[in-house]
């Protein structure tokens, strides 16, 4: 059974500063890995998918990296902002079957002004 | 491209009695789901329906939880009777169809407390 674990569960930052976020998963069979940020009251926005052939993806401020030998994905948040607090969800695909994310618990950022 | 919409926002009821969740995917997206969000966990799926029919309900709790989408387009999720462990966000989501490859869009969720 697929696992997915994000470390840590929360982390406050002060302005401008770089950070990084983990997820590590179980089971290496996956189709591709998504992070997503989460508002409070709101539903869940994609910010990057990463195919399960690729080793990152960029956009923006963000980069995410997947090394799937390990079973791990890292969200690298550079120069950060208030704007950019909230919650941060790693998910992963299965390879075959259904198309059923399997989410991690999440990383609960604030950005100190 | 207008999202997935969902209603109630916010849904207060006392243990045992029945609410509904309804929910429009975007437009001719074939693939619908539901997902559960505890506080503090991230979201598990319960039901996954392609068209009008169920792929995945392998974690609804059956007893309790139904879901039907009748039309292949609308979606509504029943809880009959309500417990307190319900208290969740109730997330539905949609893509093009139910490949892998296809990215899942998510609506603002339901947010039920059970008394």
């Known amino acids: 059974k697929q696992e997915v674990t994000q470390i840590p569960a929360a982390l406050s930052v002060p302005e401008g500063e770089n950070l990084v976020l983990n997820c590590s998963f179980t089971?290496?069979?996956?189709?591709?890995l998504q992070w997503f940020r989460q508002d409070p009251g709101k539903g869940l926005t994609s910010l990057l998918l990463?195919?399960?052939?690729?080793r990152e993806q960029t956009s923006g401020r963000l980069n995410a990296s997947l090394d799937k030998s390990s079973g791990r994905s890292t969200l690298y948040i550079a120069a950060s902002q208030p704007g950019d607090s909230a919650t941060y969800l790693c998910a992963v695909r299965k390879q075959t079957g259904a198309n059923n994310l399997f989410f991690g618990t999440g990383t609960r950022l604030t950005v100190i002004p | 491209e207008a999202g997935v919409a969902q209603s109630p926002r916010y849904k207060i009821i006392e243990k045992r009695q029945s609410v509904a969740f309804w929910c429009n995917p975007i437009?001719?997206?074939?693939?619908l789901y539901w997902y559960q969000q505890i506080l503090g966990q991230g979201p598990k799926l319960l039901i996954q329906f392609q068209n009008n029919g169920v792929v995945d309900d392998s974690q609804l709790p059956k007893d309790r939880f139904s879901a039907e989408r009748l039309k292949g387009v609308d979606s509504t999720l029943k809880i009959q009777p309500a417990k307190l462990e319900d208290s969740a966000v109730y997330l539905c989501a949609s893509s093009f169809y139910g490949g892998a490859v296809n990215e899942q869009f998510f609506g603002p969720g339901t947010r039920l407390t059970v008394l």
């Open positions: 437009s001719g997206h074939a693939t």
């Open positions: 089971d290496s069979a996956i189709y591709n």
């Open positions: 990463i195919q399960s052939s690729q």
